[in-house]
């Protein structure tokens, strides 16, 4: 029998070709910007961070109309077009237009990054281009943690006006490394916060666990850095990002149990499918109390439901179409300023997306933005555990590369019960890029 990875790394090297060079290192340096924002704004500041982001979505929109993508409204997700639509016209009757209109060109910019990443890319591409930008970020987080520990030998604070830092003692979360490297972390690399860092170690894990079994690059290589992930998520000592990694690994379970079983044999997996959340659903009903300190947490989740519990009560003061879309809390508007603060530090998300498009959106946008997710999900679930279509004739092949939608958004849906980040900047783009490809390249899609 032929092997089919010689087959397998041809299509690879078409579809980079295809792309072209010049876009791959561009598609790399959007993705980088966008799942490393913090960096560039601890470096640059904001004013410079705004620019690059400019730079970056014309760029975007360069490309997509050189490129010429044909337009199929039978291939475009509805409620991706829908839920844009409402945050545009929100401005109309929120509560702080000003800080709407902004929040909505920037939503408007990450859309153009997640098109062109959707549209342009593929599925090879696409996965080339989440590994570049996956080990720039781990290889320079490792390396800034280590110069720190070994240099510096201080916490460091990003690299802002001295009157943008308050006098006296300062929280930890200003700090953009603690210097822990040699302590068992928790690290924070490039990106000044662990969540962060380590729901990147989660995505790269994933990235770099299909190229490790499609063998689109060497697996030595593969193999180091699936390591240096593992080994990036452990310093970072997350507990959201370690109850994200559990719900990816059953998401995976299911999925190859359902290839295994076939499509007529599927009814007992959906079956103890549907069982195991409901189970789930009523212990954490049950031991709601018990589960933070599993994860060594505070029974309050580090602040999050005093954060929830505001979040609600502004919600229900305008529970159909919400407040406006705002992307970012705006800090110099109300309700938001002053809305999230703990221990000295402002947050400015609800530290869970579906509470925060209910607030900025209402109960219409909370609908429509379930209805994205789960069309989403559903068309990345039939893409995994379905024979490969769009002219891909060796299953075999392509077997691990088709499990990448599914399991990254799996990853992006449990990370959303704890932090706002689907909505923004790399969850945001990386969810409208899988919508979009999900619909456009699987030609039995509606």
Do not use: C
Request: aromatic letters at 12%; a positive charge; glycine letters at 8%.
């Amino acid at each position: 029998m032929t092997s089919p990875l010689p087959a397998l790394k041809e299509r690879v090297r078409a579809a980079q070709s295809s792309t072209g060079t010049g876009e791959a290192v561009f598609a790399t340096v959007v993705l980088f910007t966008l799942f490393a924002g913090e960096f560039w704004r601890n470096l640059i500041s904001w004013p410079g961070y705004f620019v690059l982001a400019a730079v970056l979505a014309v760029g975007s929109a360069l490309l997509l109309v050189r490129a010429r993508p044909a337009f199929r409204w039978r291939k475009t997700p509805k409620t991706l077009v829908l839920f844009l639509a409402l945050a545009i016209v929100s401005i109309a009757w929120s509560a702080y237009p000003g800080a709407s209109a902004l929040g909505v060109v920037a939503q408007l910019a990450t859309t153009l990054a997640g098109l062109f990443l959707g549209l342009r890319l593929g599925w090879a591409g696409l996965l080339s281009a989440l590994s570049s930008a996956f080990r720039w970020i781990l290889g320079l987080s490792l390396l800034f943690e280590f110069v720190v520990a070994v240099f510096v030998r201080q916490p460091v604070l990003p690299l802002t006006p001295a009157e943008a830092v308050p006098s006296g003692p300062l929280p930890q979360a200003f700090y953009w490394s603690r210097g822990l490297l040699f302590h068992g972390g928790p690290l924070q690399g490039i990106v000044g916060n662990s969540n962060l860092l380590a729901m990147i170690a989660l995505l790269a894990i994933i990235v770099f666990g299909i190229q490790f079994a499609d063998r689109t690059i060497r697996r030595g290589s593969a193999a180091t850095w699936l390591v240096i992930a593992v080994l990036t998520l452990v310093l970072t000592r997350s507990a959201t990002v370690i109850a994200a990694t559990l719900a990816t690994l059953v998401v995976l379970g299911f999925a190859l149990w359902t290839r295994r079983v076939g499509p007529r044999r599927r009814t007992p997996v959906y079956v103890v499918a549907i069982v195991a959340v409901a189970a789930v659903i009523a212990l954490v009903s049950v031991f709601a109390s018990r589960i933070p300190a599993l994860f060594g947490k505070s029974e309050d989740l580090t602040g999050r439901l005093d954060i929830w519990d505001k979040v609600i009560g502004l919600a229900q003061q305008r529970p159909v179409f919400g407040w406006g879309w705002v992307s970012y809390w705006a800090p110099w508007v109300k309700p938001f300023d002053g809305l999230a603060t703990r221990n000295g530090v402002e947050y400015l998300q609800a530290h869970n997306a579906w509470l925060d498009v209910w607030l900025q959106l209402g109960i219409v946008g909370l609908v429509v933005f379930i209805l994205l997710v789960l069309s989403t999900f559903g068309r990345s679930w039939f893409l995994a555990v379905d024979r490969p279509r769009a002219g891909i004739a060796d299953d075999r092949a392509y077997s691990a590369t088709t499990l990448l939608p599914l399991l990254l958004l799996a990853a992006l849906i449990a990370q959303s019960f704890a932090e706002s980040r689907l909505l923004i900047e790399g969850g945001w783009a990386l969810l409208v890029a899988l919508a979009i490809s999900t619909k456009r390249f699987d030609p039995v899609a509606s």
